[in-house]
T-cell receptor
Framework: RKEVEQDPGPFNVPEGATVAFNCTYS??????FFWYRQDCRKEPKLLMS???SGNEDGRFTAQLNRASQYISLLIRDSKLSDSATYLC????????????FGKGTKLSVKP | EADIYQTPRYLVIGTGKKITLECSQT?????MYWYQQDPGMELHLIHY???????EKGDLSSESTVSRIRTEHFPLTLESARPSHTSQYLC????????????????FGAGSRLTVL
């Protein structure tokens, strides 16, 4: 299994839709997880951190399943401005290790 | 508004030239990183630093070198640029220790897009 795997998409959804992305990771010792958002030709920016079972911030919910070693990102009521690539990020070798970035899942929200 | 600055943003240069990509941060972060990203592809860590006089190679082998003489400055140098070096180079920083939420949260610069002809 690759260290971090994501469905590359693209996910093409209409405005207002609910969309979910999954990410699997191989290092069972990882304690913290992150979702970053990267707009086209821009730098990644932190969207959410996940340390326990999950985290919610407005329309965004991240959930962690340690037994199955995957994290998910749920976006409710999609907006056009949500169109971006969503990167799953996992520390290598514990909480202080360098971060491994997934290839990202591309989301396109259409009017 | 940016707390981490990269220059130049865009660079087009001929083969064989020496280049230095600059990266500076004003957040007092100990850890700094250089990532390489080709269009539509994932980020690959090429260099990182835990602090002054500390430099380490990342997961992706790179012909570039880095230095960390000051906490806030982490330049990347290519002695002889080649077309295979064409890519986007992203600098980032994070707090070394402290709160769980801070230790691994990366702040990225806007990137330096390098084209070698």
């Amino acid at each position: 299994r690759k260290e971090v795997e994501q469905d590359p998409g693209p996910f093409n959804v209409p405005e207002g839709a609910t969309v979910a992305f999954n990410c699997t990771y191989s290092n069972s010792a990882s304690q913290s997880f992150f979702w970053y958002r990267q707009d086209c030709r821009k730098e990644p920016k932190l969207l959410m951190s996940v340390y326990s079972s999950g985290n919610e911030d407005g329309r965004f919910t991240a959930q962690l399943n340690r037994a199955s070693q995957y994290i998910s990102l749920l976006i409710r009521d999609s907006k056009l401005s949500d169109s971006a690539t969503y990167l799953c990020v996992v520390p290598l070798g514990g909480s202080q290790g360098n971060l491994i970035f997934g290839k990202g899942t591309k989301l396109s929200v259409k009017p | 508004e940016a707390d981490i600055y990269q220059t130049p943003r865009y660079l087009v240069i001929g083969t064989g030239k020496k280049i230095t990509l600059e990266c500076s941060q004003t957040m007092g972060h100990d850890k700094m990183y250089w990532y390489q990203q080709d269009p539509g592809m994932e980020l690959h860590l090429i260099h990182y630093s835990y602090g002054v006089n500390s430099t380490e190679k990342g997961d992706l082998s790179s012909e570039s070198t880095v230095s960390r003489i000051r906490t806030e400055h982490f330049p990347l140098t290519l002695e002889s640029a080649r077309p295979s070096h064409t890519s986007q180079y992203l600098c980032a920083s994070s707090a070394r220790t402290g709160s769980r939420s801070g230790a691994n949260v990366l702040t990225f610069g806007a990137g330096s897009r390098l084209t070698v002809l």
